[in-house]
């Protein structure tokens, strides 16, 4: 796994070396306030089984991943409700 956090011009980003992707998603997250917190959000996101790849946008409020499995909204939705912050579809 691969982390690159550049709060000034990008993403928080996480990701799994070479894998085929199967899904791309995007998502809206409410409660995010500093580059801890989009941390926190990749983390929890990059805990659920099958995902391969996380970008977290602070000040876009958004997250994008990858699967390389079918992965449950819900399953991802109750990870990052667990650290503390929301889903929005």
């Known amino acids: 796994m691969t982390e ?3 709060a000034t011009t990008g993403p928080t980003i996480r990701e799994v070396g ?4 199967s899904a791309h998603t995007t998502v809206n997250i409410e409660g995010m306030t500093c580059t801890h917190c989009a941390n926190t959000v990749a983390q929890a996101i990059f805990d659920v ?5 996380v970008k ?6 958004k997250a994008m991943f990858d699967t390389n499995a079918e ?12 650290a503390g912050y929301k889903l929005v579809l």
């Open 4 to 6: 690159i956090n550049d």
């Open 18 to 21: 070479d894998t085929a992707i």
């Open 49 to 53: 089984p099958g995902i391969i790849a």
């Open 56 to 61: 977290v946008f602070l000040e876009e409020g």
């Open 71 to 82: 992965v449950s909204l819900t399953d991802i939705s109750f990870s990052v409700e667990k």
